[in-house]
């Protein structure tokens, strides 16, 4: 009998004989509750945890100088980023650990990173005036109809960094975003005179690993100007413009309004010429930090079934390696930005970050209820409560 109930269930000979012994066998274990042996029924032993508390301390240190990535970006990042801490004695970690890393899934990284997420827990104005001038003569252009497969394509915006009061003069941020690569650029000017916006664009020309080939901004008057209009008929650059009241026609810039300049610079007062330099201190680290290391990940496909839309995303990547993949960037420019990424440890840039957002702080300004400004010293933008969960950039 036993025989043939260890060639009917696959049981091992020792633990057949185990069940058939405790059949129908009933036990209290507690007043009132009685279990009932039963040998149909075979209890499977827990499986045993592969990745340890030794793996998750590795990831937390990784996590947190990648900026807090969600899981899917960070499982795209780890096999490029480990290495290059570990070459560069950022981390100590041993064979098993690190082999672990490099094969972690996304899940399983959530997973891990859970208990450190729920320590962080946790929208904007807009200063846009439309300009009149030459409005008509620039042509609308929507979300859909960029050119996404070409580098040189530019969404740019500003972004007010007032504290909450539009009274008197305060630092912009110029942001400017590839469509093709998300390759971005940030450069700080003093207010949003036509003047400093347009020499923050030509600056952004100049950073470019590609060829500006297409300008589209919102309709504000630091963007629609004779000026930028006769500088891009004469460049041969596409000029267009989103529709009024539509931020989505500016998906792209919008992203990173959030996930560069909202997370790093926050949300904060900053007046003057110090503030501003100091912001485009920050953003010359940000720019080798995010575009060299921070995946981004496109939406490829977008479907929907009566209420219900179901995105789908592609590989993630970062712009740096996006920029290789491009036909459009000569193989000169991808050689000298090989040669400039072999240079870079994230480690030390993200340690930057942490340095001039100290600074930062110091400049910062609060708006009270009456709409004062005051400055304080530990006013820092960037301990705003935010979420880090899923956040894509």
């Known amino acids: 009998m036993l025989s043939e109930f260890v060639g009917s ?3 091992g000979r020792v633990y057949a004989a185990w069940v058939l012994r405790r059949h129908g066998l009933r036990v209290e274990i507690k ?15 827990p499986r045993r945890r592969e990745y340890g508390p030794d793996v998750a301390k590795v990831l937390t240190q990784v996590w947190e100088t990648m900026d807090y990535l969600c899981g899917k970006r960070l499982a795209a990042a780890l096999p490029e980023v ?5 070459e560069w004695g950022e981390l100590e970690v041993k064979p098993e650990v690190y082999e672990k890393l490099l094969r972690a899934s996304a899940s399983t990284i959530d997973r891990l990173l859970a208990p450190e997420r729920r320590k962080y827990t946790l929208k904007s104005r807009s200063r846009t005036k439309p300009g009149t001038l030459l409005k008509h003569q620039i042509p609308v252009r929507t979300f859909s109809q960029w050119d996404d497969t070409s580098a040189g ?8 960094h007032d504290g909450g009061s539009s009274a008197g003069d305060y630092c912009q941020t110029l942001d400017a975003t590839d469509v093709a690569t998300t390759w971005s650029e940030q450069v700080a000017v003093r207010n949003k005179a036509q003047g400093y916006v347009f020499a923050a664009l030509r600056q952004v020309r100049g950073r470019l690993p590609f060829e500006l080939r297409g300008l589209d901004s919102d309709n504000g008057s630091e963007f629609i100007n004779d000026q930028l209009t006769r500088y891009c008929s004469k460049e041969g ?14 998906c792209y810039v ?25 912001l485009n201190g920050l953003y010359r680290v940000l720019r080798d930090y995010s575009n060299y290391f921070l995946p981004t990940m496109k939406c490829v496909e977008k479907t929907r079934d009566g209420s219900r839309v179901t995105k789908r995303y592609d590989v993630p990547k970062t712009p740096y390696q996006r920029v290789l993949d491009s036909p459009d ?14 240079t870079l440890n994230p480690a030390a840039l993200h340690r930057d970050v942490l340095r001039y957002q100290a600074a930062l702080g110091r400049h910062a300004g609060r708006v009270d209820t009456s709409g ?3 400055h304080n010293a530990d006013n820092h933008p960037w301990k705003q409560p935010i979420s880090i969960q899923g956040a894509r950039g």
């Open 9 to 11: 269930t696959g049981y």
């Open 31 to 45: 007043p009132g509750v009685l279990v009932e042996g039963d040998a149909m029924v075979r209890t499977r032993p």
């Open 82 to 86: 480990v290495p290059r801490l570990v």
């Open 153 to 160: 394509f530019l969404e740019v915006d500003l972004v007010g």
């Open 237 to 250: 650059i596409t000029f267009t413009r989103s529709r009024a009241g539509r931020k989505n026609d500016n």
């Open 254 to 278: 919008e992203q990173k309004n959030w996930s560069v300049v909202r997370r790093f610079a926050g949300y904060a007062r900053f007046e003057g010429d110090t503030a501003c330099r100091v």
């Open 329 to 342: 960037v000569d193989a000169s420019v991808k050689q000298r930005l090989e040669a400039r990424y072999r």
């Open 372 to 374: 004062r400004v005051h």
